[in-house]
């Protein structure tokens, strides 16, 4: 069936390191959200992109989204402990429903 | 706006009870989804009420159920709970038409502990 496939599952940086997390569908999106979520928090909408090759950019952070619609990135340029959290990606199903990829967890080493 | 409320925000049960929980979308919003959220996993997507009709369901036994009322506040309900189904709970709300998916709003979760 349709997946999203969202890579690496932990990512270890130094504050001040960029980071980068990828998500990769089985089949074509239409569009496609990325969501954060805070320790103990709820996942807070970041962006959809919904052209192919469209990239977008919020202050540190840029979203791509691939050419051919199957994959997207988010990278954050500098991190800072404010970006510490979980970043999912997510895009929709023929029925509208979202398809989730598994996250990618942020954590700033001391 | 007020965002998406749920309550109860914590709650206690013992395995064999049952546990309803309540979700209030953003005013004017009538989609709501549930998920479920275990420690280090993802959203696992439970169902989706639109206009009161359940639009979509995820792959979850039917212990597990929902229901959305006219005002577009929803609520499930987890019947003989397991030890397993100790996790968070979210809904969320959109204002999903039906030619395009919209951005999810989520509410805080209601924390769900199984002894």
């Known amino acids: 069936g349709q997946q999203v496939m969202q890579i690496p599952q932990y990512q270890h940086v130094q504050e001040g390191e960029d980071f980068t997390t990828y998500c990769n569908s089985s089949?074509?999106?239409?569009?496609i959200q990325w969501y954060k979520q805070r320790p103990g928090g709820h996942p807070v909408f970041l962006i959809q992109l919904v052209k192919s090759g469209e990239v977008k950019k919020q202050k540190r952070l840029t979203f791509q989204f691939g050419e051919a619609k199957k994959n997207s990135s988010l990278h954050i340029t500098a991190t800072q402990t404010t970006d510490v959290g979980t970043y999912f990606c997510a895009g929709p199903r023929s029925n509208y429903q979202l398809i989730w990829g598994a996250g990618t967890k942020l954590i700033i080493k001391p | 706006k007020a965002g998406v409320t749920q309550t109860p925000r914590y709650l206690i049960k013992t395995r064999g009870q049952q546990v309803t929980l309540s979700c209030s979308p953003i005013?004017?919003?009538?989609?709501v989804s549930w998920y479920q959220q275990t420690p280090g996993q993802g959203l696992q997507f439970l169902f989706e009420y639109f206009s009161e009709t359940q639009r979509n369901k995820g792959n979850f036994p039917g212990r597990f159920s929902g229901r959305q009322f006219s005002n577009s506040r929803s609520e499930m309900n987890v019947s003989t709970l397991e030890l397993g189904d100790s996790a968070l709970y979210l809904c969320?709300?959109?204002?999903?038409?039906?030619?395009?998916?919209?951005?999810?709003?989520f509410g805080e979760g209601s924390r769900l502990t199984v002894l």
């Open positions: 089949t074509t999106l239409s569009n």
């Open positions: 969320a709300s959109s204002d999903s038409k039906m030619d395009r998916t919209r951005e999810l709003f």
């Open positions: 005013s004017g919003h009538r989609s």
